[in-house]
């Protein structure tokens, strides 16, 4: 029976659920449940009990060796490896990041259970401990080596408004924890009826004969694990007030047909362009003719309003030249063997360039679109800054309607590998050796002007890191630039319409509940849609199609406490995790009695 409990209470039971009630089994059921509540299946129900085997691995009263932990990292690798399979696509050398990121990624999975068990053997109630956990190792993962919030629990329940609506309180951990929560009372309420593990605590006074020392006597539970029904009340009164919260907040005037609208008609434009890292320049000249063919067409189907901004997605402005800027007491230019006058006059000669592609776009789209105001663009393009040296960013800029650029924004959560190399600005001469990827964060959110509707941009994976987007508007709100509006562009084509694409989606719906803000996504083959502030998805096209979504965001001006604390209240279950952590290593490095 693979030690789930003393073999001499074990032989003696026939009971179908110990068939997947085995630590050989049970972490690959848990996998599996977590994979079928997110893509691309996306079955929501899976997410309430995905948990549940590997709660059920943290019973006191299960041996667990050192093969059942491994055999929880493999799982949990696995799984990662299957939901981020689309990783692959971007680059051959991504196979080997692929599989390291899954190894990675898998012992969050043994390390739940590890610390849940060692907070229940000193009788600390799993439903306390085991939400408290996987929440904080979801907001470690969120950071560490620059964080990636894909797949957390609460994620699988982007179908249903009626639960996200908490996130404006706690973000996507809000509603893992709710779910967590309810998962750990049905592992419980198995628990007290699982033939095997029914009653058994200390006050049986039974153990393992394979065990030794500490490890053979089978600790007391926590008063309230061995009450199911005190547990299930607790989960249960938590899920009502989840979804009383929801239906207050979805009954609100700012989330229903009464809503103040903007005022704007926004053409978020998608193609399914292939992109590779190196292309011919003809190339790029085929993918911007087909996003001013595909735009032509948007700004004919919106009779009724005139499109006022036009969007492409993350660097698809791309022929001729990007965006040049002169930083104050800038040294730079001698690189390109040029003198601060020759440097000048190449910046001045480049950007009246990119001024006037802009505004040929602009007289283009209105005459395709029958109005006679020209409509503003936010393009996806590179900016180049000449300060003490030649900085290169992934950048979103503005042409407003009289085709001047007004403001641009740089990319500031930039993605490991892909767009640069950890450690190597330390010795900035290897880049003069090796053809690695240098771009420069940002240092600042932006917004831009449309009327009077602030606009801030984002772009790629920054809503697919959580506290990137909620901090933007915190930061921004603090300056007094609160944006009416988060627009995300992103090309998203290296993942060949993977799972990772519906991945991102998901994230930008939690938040654009988290920021109670309008959120526009323009991608590269998807995904390209319009959020609300309730992370109601009203407008959006399949990915790896040709198409437009018209948005005419209203203004959501709630507040919710995750836009004041981020992600700082999570930073307690943080702490609890290494509370656990530390018990469990003096555990482990004390002898035996």
Not at 186 to 211: Q, S, Y
Not at 276 to 291: G, L, T
Not at 433 to 460: D, H, K, S
Not at 543 to 551: E, M, Y
Request: neutral net charge; contains cysteine.
């Amino acid at each position: 029976m693979d030690g789930l409990l003393p073999v001499s209470v074990a032989s003696g039971c026939g009971s179908g659920l110990l068939t997947w009630g085995t630590p050989r089994r049970l972490p690959w059921l848990g996998a599996l449940l977590l994979w079928m509540s997110t893509d691309p299946l996306g079955l929501w129900l899976a997410g309430w009990i995905a948990l549940v085997p590997w709660v059920m691995l943290t019973h006191p009263a299960v041996t667990l060796r050192r093969r059942d932990y491994c055999r929880l990292w493999l799982a949990g690798s696995v799984f990662w490896l299957l939901a981020l399979y689309g990783l692959c696509f971007a680059h051959p050398a991504m196979f080997l990041g692929w599989l390291t990121l899954g190894g990675y990624l898998g012992v969050y999975t043994a390390l739940f259970v590890g610390l849940v068990r060692v907070a229940r053997r000193h009788a600390i109630p799993a439903i306390m401990a085991a939400p408290s956990i996987w929440i904080g190792l979801e907001c470690i993962r969120s950071y560490a080596f620059t964080g990636l919030s894909v797949c957390q629990l609460g994620h699988s329940q982007v179908a249903l408004p009626v639960i996200l609506q908490v996130a404006d309180i706690g973000g996507s951990y809000a509603v893992g924890f709710v779910v967590a929560s309810v998962a750990t009372a049905l592992a419980i309420w198995i628990e007290t009826r699982h033939p095997l593990l029914r009653g058994r605590d200390a006050g049986d006074n039974e153990m393992d004969p394979k065990a030794s020392g500490r490890q053979r006597e089978v600790p007391k539970l926590a008063t309230i694990d061995r009450r199911p029904l005190v547990t299930s009340a607790l989960a249960g009164s938590l899920l009502l007030a989840t979804l009383a919260y929801g239906l207050w907040r979805l009954g609100q005037i700012p989330a229903g047909s009464e809503a103040q609208s903007l005022g704007i008609a926004i053409a978020l434009i998608q193609r399914n362009e292939r992109t590779e890292y190196i292309m011919p320049s003809e190339r790029y000249s085929q993918i911007f003719m087909a996003y001013v063919r595909g735009s032509q067409v948007a700004m004919t189907d919106s009779p009724e309003q005139s499109i006022d901004l036009v969007v492409w997605p993350e660097s698809m402005f791309a022929v001729g030249t990007p965006w040049m800027v002169l930083a104050e007491n800038a040294t730079s230019g001698e690189e390109l063997g040029l003198t601060p006058p020759q440097r000048d006059g190449l910046i001045a000669e480049r950007n009246e360039a990119f001024r006037q592609q802009a505004a040929s776009l602009q007289r283009q789209l209105a005459i395709a679109g029958d109005q006679a105001e020209l409509p503003a663009l936010l393009l996806g393009c590179g900016v180049v800054s000449f300060a003490e040296r030649m900085h290169s960013y992934s950048g979103a800029v503005w042409v407003d309607r009289a085709s001047q650029v007004t403001q641009w924004y740089g990319k500031r959560h930039l993605v490991m590998f892909g767009e640069y190399i950890p450690l190597l600005e330390w010795v900035p001469a290897l880049f003069d050796y090796l053809p690695a990827p240098r771009t420069t964060p940002g240092t600042e959110f932006r917004t831009m002007q449309l009327g009077t509707v602030r606009i801030a941009p984002n772009i790629c994976f920054e809503t697919a890191v959580e506290h990137a987007t909620i901090n933007q508007v915190r930061q921004l709100t603090a300056a007094g630039q609160a944006p009416d509006v988060i627009v995300n562009l992103t090309n998203d084509a290296w993942f060949n319409g993977s799972a990772v694409l519906d991945h991102h989606r998901r994230c930008s719906i939690m938040a654009a509940v988290g920021t109670r803000r309008p959120l526009l996504m323009a991608s590269n083959t998807g995904p390209t849609c319009w959020i609300d502030g309730c992370g109601r998805v009203i407008g959006e096209i399949d990915k790896q199609t040709d198409g437009h979504v018209i948005a005419r965001p209203t203004r959501d001006n709630r507040w919710g406490p995750y836009q004041w604390w981020s992600d700082r209240p999570i930073g307690l279950l943080v702490g609890f995790v290494v509370f656990c952590s530390g018990i469990g290593w003096r555990q482990r490095n004390t002898p035996p009695a």
